[in-house]
């Protein structure tokens, strides 16, 4: 029998392979799991774990693998959400003490669809509280850490998802991204992180932050098993008003390596030397040159509304945070505070007691720019800029098939050295936000180390085609090997100080 805590390092081509021949079961690759987030608590990238119920959802995967009837490539396989995508029975707490104590009563698209592939969720990862943050610093589970460098942040919002599939707890993971809260973490932790086309993946489930950005998306270590993931996931979903029409078309058949005549746009704006670590900048020079051998033909482009996005985006964002959190009340369901005077000070205290500080500054942000007088100078111009940006991208593609940056301008940081920081920390996601804005799909995928730490390289596609991209980044992993290297183990372990 293979090992399975060995085998969770490996991609889901491995894994479904190893539980065919019948080399492990699925019991024991859930075990490997559950006893992998032991052996990294230090990276508090888990916050509650299904140990029962996972390992019985397990037994009865092995049964329909036994009988030649596996329900889908992803069938016994385990897997971690980010703990704002709800489960039926399973706590959901936005890393928010506002939601302490919460239970869904219901699960969300992506659960549902992950049950009917046979997938198994293990457990839920931290993030920052309600998504809000780009370093898993703000929760109240505590940050959760780099497994490259346990000092440095692991990126968020969905850090933890990215963390622990860089560590091996699971070989796939689901965050959300807003802002670029998927490929952050994952350009961070040397992972390759997913997100599709807006309305590609319901979003029924999904505790909102800001609906017109959110998008569900995968972590793995292979670009095929992302693709594998969105075919499991992706599809029309009636009780999500923004879910498209369109049927997810095969992906993985696609990624056949030729990527030979594919024109994709290099964006000047991307590419000042002032704008990034040249470190970071060095090394996606070095994947545009792989590329390059392959016979991709790269050619300069212009995106001239980019000095406006992050400002474009934390008006939106944030105004559409101070609705979608108006909910939490203490009324009908989460933290409500004792003794109330009256219902003004139950609202009052609630939401003070309930929320962290990252959380209160978007809602007071949005609350100020959707209120009399300001609304038409701020979040009616940001939409109108909103419109500008798209329209750029529209323009861009009209030359190439695809767009190349770098995920972000510098490595993980040191945990602490953004949090006084609020403008430096949304710099963090300065060459994310626009595909949020524009609804595009888009792909982290490693490209290098910079003083060990993993770089990330971007790939941003047209609108529903999601096979460029990820044809392009499998086409990458084909020619490197960034995607095989491995974070060091847990301190004591062989090889670590």
């Known amino acids: 029998m293979a090992k399975a805590d060995s085998l969770l390092a490996g991609d889901l081509s491995d894994l479904r392979g190893a539980l065919d021949r019948r080399d492990c079961s699925a019991v024991e690759l859930v075990q490997a799991s559950l006893d992998a987030m032991d052996a990294r608590a230090d990276l508090a990238a888990i916050v509650f774990r299904r140990d029962e119920a996972a390992l019985t959802e397990a037994e009865a995967a092995d049964e329909r693998i036994a009988s030649g ?26 890393a928010s003490r506002i939601l302490e104590g919460y239970v869904s009563p219901f699960d969300s698209g992506v659960v549902e669809r992950l049950q009917r592939a046979g997938a198994i969720v293990v457990g839920r990862a931290n993030l920052d509280e309600f998504a809000m943050g780009s370093s898993t610093e703000n929760s109240i589970h505590g940050p959760s850490r780099n497994p490259w460098d346990p000092e440095r942040a692991c990126g968020g919002s969905s850090g933890g998802s990215a963390a622990a599939v860089a560590a091996g707890l699971v070989p796939l993971a689901f965050g959300s991204d807003t802002g670029g809260s998927i490929r952050q973490p994952a350009s961070f932790c040397g992972v390759v992180g997913f997100k599709p086309t807006y309305g590609r993946v319901s979003r029924w489930g999904l505790v909102a932050y800001a609906s017109s950005l959110d998008q569900i998306g995968p972590f793995a270590r292979r670009v095929a098993d992302c693709a594998l993931a969105l075919e499991a996931v992706g599809g029309h979903d009636d009780r999500d008003s923004t879910s498209l029409p369109e049927v997810v078309p095969p992906l993985r058949s696609r990624l056949d390596g030729d990527v030979s005549g594919l024109v994709v746009g290099l964006p000047k704006e991307y590419f000042a030397p002032e704008g990034a670590q040249p470190g970071v900048l060095a ?3 070095e994947a545009i040159g792989v590329l390059e051998g392959e016979g991709v033909r790269f050619v300069e482009i212009s995106l001239p509304h980019t000095a406006y996005t992050i400002a474009t985006y934390y008006i939106i964002a944030t105004a559409e945070a101070s609705s979608n959190l108006a909910r939490f009340d203490g009324v009908r369901y989460g933290r409500r505070a004792e003794h109330p005077k009256d219902l003004l000070d139950l609202y009052e205290r609630s939401r003070s007691e309930g929320f962290g500080a990252e959380v209160k500054r978007r809602i007071l942000l949005g609350t100020y720019v959707l209120s009399a007088g300001y609304y038409d100078a701020y979040y009616v111009k940001a939409q109108k ?14 030359e190439c098939d695809a767009i190349l ?3 972000t301008p510098e490595t993980a940081f040191a945990l602490g050295a953004k ?22 799909p888009a792909l982290s995928v490693p490209c290098g180390f910079v003083d ?22 499998d086409a990458f992993e084909r020619r490197t090997d960034h995607h095989r290297q491995s974070p060091p ?4 372990s062989p090889g670590t100080d």
Do not use: W
């Open 69 to 94: 009837k596996p329900a889908s490539p992803l069938d016994g396989l385990p897997v971690v959400l980010k703990d704002n995508i709800v489960q039926a029975g399973e706590p959901a707490t936005c």
């Open 283 to 285: 090394r996606v020079r």
């Open 385 to 398: 800029v909103r419109t500008l940006i798209r329209r750029d991208f529209e323009a861009a593609f009209g």
């Open 405 to 407: 940056t770098p995920t």
């Open 419 to 440: 949090a006084g920081d609020p403008l430096s920390m949304y710099l963090s996601d300065v060459y994310t936000v626009s595909a949020n804005l524009a609804g595009l």
């Open 452 to 473: 060990g730490m993993p770089v990330g390289l971007q790939l941003l596609g047209k609108p529903l085609d999601e096979a460029t991209i990820l044809r392009i980044g």
């Open 489 to 492: 183990g847990p301190p004591g």
